[in-house]
């Protein structure tokens, strides 16, 4: 069965930091993968998707970054993080026609 | 593009009682449709959802939403809730085309709140 890995589960950091979260998924080959955030009282905002290896697309401009090194690892960066980039961060996977499934997120506080 | 409007932030009900969650989209190609429900602190996780085929589908917690294209809508009801039904609830939204299908974008979310 399939399963997805996200960690660390919290992190606080001091603003100017730089900051590293990943994702790795088991039990399937070529997902689709996303990071969303999540701030505070506000809904899940799509940041990233990936269909493939190097292949990634942004829909927000802002401070982060992500890449795909191997099909089922996804990262997402930043060389400087912001106050603003508080908030709870979630990668999911998905396959051809299916829903998503998530990992249990990352609660990022910058400080 | 596509995008989700979730009408309702907060709804307050009693136990017992009966809840609709509305959700409407906006594609203009055939899309498929999610609901999923956030625990504090939790992912989510995927309540229903609709592909293809009937229009009512249905959760084995007693949810059930229909897909209505012309009003482009995807309401989210219980007829009678559970103190445990306190949650958020999300609805998403992916287009069938092969490209548009790859963005998976998500409601502001409604917070559900049952009371005893």
């Known amino acids: 069965s399939q399963t997805i890995h996200q960690w660390p589960a919290t992190l606080v950091q001091p603003v100017g930091s730089p900051l590293s979260l990943e994702c790795t998924v088991e039990g399937t080959s070529n997902p689709n993968l996303y990071w969303y955030r999540q701030a505070a009282g506000r809904g899940l905002q799509l940041l990233f998707y990936s269909i493939g290896i190097d292949q990634i697309s942004s829909e927000v401009p802002q401070n982060l970054s992500a890449s795909r090194p191997q099909d089922r690892q996804f990262i997402l960066s930043s060389k400087k993080l912001l106050l603003s980039d508080s908030g709870f961060y979630l990668c999911a996977w998905r396959g051809p026609g299916t829903e998503a499934f998530f990992g249990q997120g990352t609660r990022l506080t910058v400080v | 593009a596509q995008s989700v409007t979730q009408l309702d932030s907060q709804v307050p009900v009693f136990e017992e009682a009966p809840v609709e969650l509305r959700c409407n989209y906006s594609?203009?190609?055939?899309?498929?449709l999610f609901w999923y429900v956030q625990y504090p602190n939790q992912g989510l996780q995927l309540l229903l959802k609709y592909l293809s085929g009937s229009t009512l589908v249905k959760s084995i917690n007693g949810f059930e939403a229909e897909f209505n294209k012309s009003q482009t809508s995807f309401h989210l009801r219980k007829p009678s809730v559970h103190i445990s039904d306190t949650a958020e609830y999300f609805c998403a939204v992916s287009e069938g085309s092969p490209g548009g299908y790859n963005k998976l974008i998500f409601g502001a979310g409604t917070r559900l709140a049952v009371h005893p």
């Open positions: 594609s203009s190609v055939s899309v498929y």
